[in-house]
Every structure is written in C-alpha cells, then in structure tokens.
C-alpha cells in the first residue's frame, strides 16, 4: 500500500477522534455540564495520548504526531473546563453556606 494511502487513513483516523471529543467540549464549555466527567480518567487518558505523541515522534509518523496533538489540546480543554466549573461551584456554595463563627 502506498505511504500517502497509509498517512490519508491515519489523518482520517486522526480528525475522527478528535471529532468523538466534541459532545463534551459542547456540553462542558457551552451547557456548563460536566456531571459524568471523572478528572483522574481524562488525566490518564492525556498522559496515554501523550505516550502515543511520544510514540509518534519517535517513529516519525506525522498523522501520529498531528492526531495526538489536537486530541491532547482538546482533552486538556475539556479537563480546565471541568475544573473550573466545579471550582465554581465550590465558590457559589460556600458562598450560599457560610460556616457559622466560632465565639
């Protein structure tokens, strides 16, 4: 087979995956959802997409290297997305709740 056949379908490959992270950039960034979302998860998952740029860089494979860097971009969109919605969620509870003072 030939090698811009073989570069063609890991592109493809490539932008396939990074379209399947859409629907919880949508529902974390727009709706402002991230019930469902495990932070530890989606870290293991970047440090394993990592691992694959790494791998992609070694054996210089552009549709690899290419692939892993948009997909890690998202994931660690989608991760600061989560984090910051919960951290302001914290906030607004805390707020909503003050800790009675001590006397």
Same mark, same amino acid.
């Given at each position: 087979m030939e090698d811009s056949i073989? &570069?063609?379908i890991g592109f493809v490959a490539g932008v396939l995956g990074v379209i399947a992270w859409?629907?919880?950039l949508i529902r974390v960034w727009s709706e402002k959802r991230? &019930?469902?979302i495990s932070v530890p998860t989606f870290l293991i998952i970047c440090l394993s997409i990592s691992l694959w740029l790494t791998f992609g860089?070694?054996?210089e494979s552009l549709p690899i290297i290419a692939a892993n860097i948009v997909t890690l971009v998202v994931l660690l969109i989608l991760v600061f997305g989560v984090i910051r919605l919960r951290k302001n969620e914290r906030q607004e509870y805390a707020?909503?709740?003050p800790k009675p003072h001590k006397f």
């Open positions: 073989i &570069d063609a859409w629907p919880q991230h &019930d469902g860089v070694l054996t707020e909503a709740h």
